[in-house]
């Protein structure tokens, strides 16, 4: 009796498996994929956003280091 369950239980898993993986395939055909041209366009935005990000946290990194060792300086 017991194994029957069990038997039930991996029956229902993998039929939930499979059903999401039908399910994913069909929604993925939905998708509409960027063109090579839109892809470039927005990895190169992507690219330069980060790296304004970078130099802006550099510049605030840089002053609070500054401005704290100008405190020290001034207690010392």
Known sequence: MAETKQKNFFQR???KIAKWFREMKSE???VTWPTRKQLI???????TVMI???IVVFGFDWCANRLAELLISISA
């Open 41 to 47: 366009n927005n990895t190169i935005v992507a690219l």
């Open 52 to 54: 304004i990000v970078a």
């Open 28 to 30: 993925l055909k939905k």
């Open 13 to 15: 898993t993998g039929k």
